[in-house]
């Protein structure tokens, strides 16, 4: 079993910049990738970002150049580097990773992200 714990949801300003944490606790030799997903109200979970082990990186097509994904593989801890954002990023974010024997299909409590003027 892997817990993950994340940080760092908030409120900001259209054109600010967030940055939300998770840390992976249990069994973490399992894990080969970390990302995050968000989903808005009415809308379905979409994948923002991930990144495995070996550091590879892929971004949803609406973040990129804006969000930075990031791992710290001696803490187990992946973070999401969030700048320039817009109020269509607005969503509850959530943590998850993927095994070799599965997708990414396991979830942390979510972190609430809003982007609102």
């Known amino acids: 079993q892997v817990q993950l714990v994340e940080s760092g949801g908030g409120l900001v300003q259209p054109g600010g910049s967030l940055r939300l944490s998770c840390a992976a606790s249990?069994?973490?030799?399992?894990?080969?990738?970390m990302g995050w997903y968000r989903q808005a109200p009415g809308k379905q979970r979409e994948l923002v970002a991930f990144?495995?082990?070996?550091?590879?990186?892929n971004y949803a097509d609406s973040v990129k150049g804006r969000f930075t994904i990031s791992r710290d593989n001696a803490k187990s801890t992946v973070y999401l580097q969030m700048n320039s954002l817009k109020p269509e990023d607005t969503a509850v974010y959530y943590c998850?990773?993927?095994?070799?024997?599965?997708?990414?299909?396991?979830w942390g409590q979510g972190t609430q992200v809003t982007v609102s003027s």
């Open positions: 249990g069994s973490t030799f399992s894990i080969n990738a």
């Open positions: 998850t990773y993927r095994t070799i024997l599965s997708g990414f299909g396991y």
């Open positions: 990144i495995t082990n070996g550091g590879s990186t």
